[in-house]
């Protein structure tokens, strides 16, 4: 796997895909970015020099994204510069949905291709599930159909890569089984609070990258507050926030982090031209007290019908 390169200020690194496309290393992540999202988008390509901005059906903001990529395009940014994620959500996890699915997010993205297409999570919802889902409502999903549809988005030229959010190791072996066109990309939770070895040594090992989101860890966990972070940052003269999505990529991991604020998107993009340190590095490696901020417990868990009937269900018990 290829590592993030430190170019020169205000230049990114990237990583290398298994297609040999290449990918950003540091992303926009508008997830909860609200009626900011648009701004955001723009502030971020325009004045802070991201070039990949990730997004979803479900988060809602495709239309506002589409409009901050529009506005940038106008401002003199190349499509075929930028790198547009979105994800394919459990409702539509059926193989004649996922076309129209994708062209519903063409239309509010304003673009004829996105650079990355994933599986939002792997589980089948019907319309309309309730949070958390009544009994009959996360469903069988046909995985292997689903991903023969996903590759013929790749075939038909609308999406360049494809990949998975939120798999475990057991599904990915599944999906690699029958797969003709293997997922590019990884994307799960992963930050010092949650280093998620298993699925990441497991996509090292099929040359599948990974993307890490929250690499903050939450509101409820935030990692910029945690001791071993701040005395690292402080050391290095650097945020906390910098030096988390620094230790994603050193990793070898490329990164999302989000937020709406024009100062935060700015701060957390400069992340080149400095290392952290290994001794420092494997300080940050050391958090204690692992555990998943998003577990997926609200959106898949009915804890008396099932079919999961706890996180570690959805989980496939590896955590």
Not at 22 to 41: C, E, F, M, Y
Not at 133 to 140: I, K, L, Q, T, W
Not at 193 to 214: L, M, P, Q, R
Request: glycine share 8%; net charge negative.
């Amino acid at each position: 796997m290829a590592s993030a390169q430190a170019m020169g200020q205000g230049e990114q690194g990237h990583f290398v895909l298994k297609s040999g496309h290449t990918i950003p290393a540091v992303g926009l992540g508008t997830w909860r970015a609200g009626s900011d999202t648009a701004h955001s988008v723009q502030t971020a390509i325009t004045e802070a020099g991201y070039r990949h901005v990730d997004t979803a059906a479900q988060y809602g903001v495709e239309k506002e994204v589409g409009k901050g990529l529009k506005a940038a395009m106008e401002a003199g940014i190349n499509r075929k510069d930028l790198f547009v994620t979105s994800k394919l959500w459990c409702t539509e996890l059926v193989p004649d949905k996922v076309r129209p699915a994708l062209q519903n997010t063409l239309k509010d993205l304003q673009l004829d291709y996105i650079d990355l297409y994933l599986i939002h999570w792997p589980f089948r919802l019907k319309d309309g599930a309730h949070m958390p889902p009544e009994a009959g409502e996360v469903v069988e999903f046909d995985m292997e159909g689903v991903w023969r549809e996903m590759e013929s988005l790749v075939k038909d030229g609308l999406v360049k890569d494809i990949g998975v959010c939120n798999y475990t190791v057991t599904k990915l072996n599944r999906l690699m089984r029958s797969a003709n066109v293997p997922p590019a990309v990884c994307q799960m939770e992963m930050h010092p609070g949650w280093k998620n070895d298993k699925i990441f040594e497991a996509c090292k090992k099929h040359g599948i990258h990974v993307t890490a989101y929250s690499p903050l860890g939450s509101s409820e966990k935030n990692l910029a507050h945690d001791p071993a972070v701040e005395k690292v940052a402080n050391k290095l003269n650097k945020t906390p926030g910098q030096v988390l999505i620094k230790w994603a990529l050193q990793r070898g991991t490329s990164v999302i982090p989000k937020s709406t604020k024009d100062e935060r998107i700015k701060e957390n993009i400069q992340v080149f031209g400095w290392e952290i340190p290994d001794e420092d590095f494997k300080i940050l490696c050391s958090i204690k007290d692992e555990k998943r901020v998003l577990t997926g417990e609200e959106l898949f868990v009915n804890k008396t019908h099932g079919p999961y009937k706890s996180a570690s269900d959805i989980w496939d018990h590896e955590d």
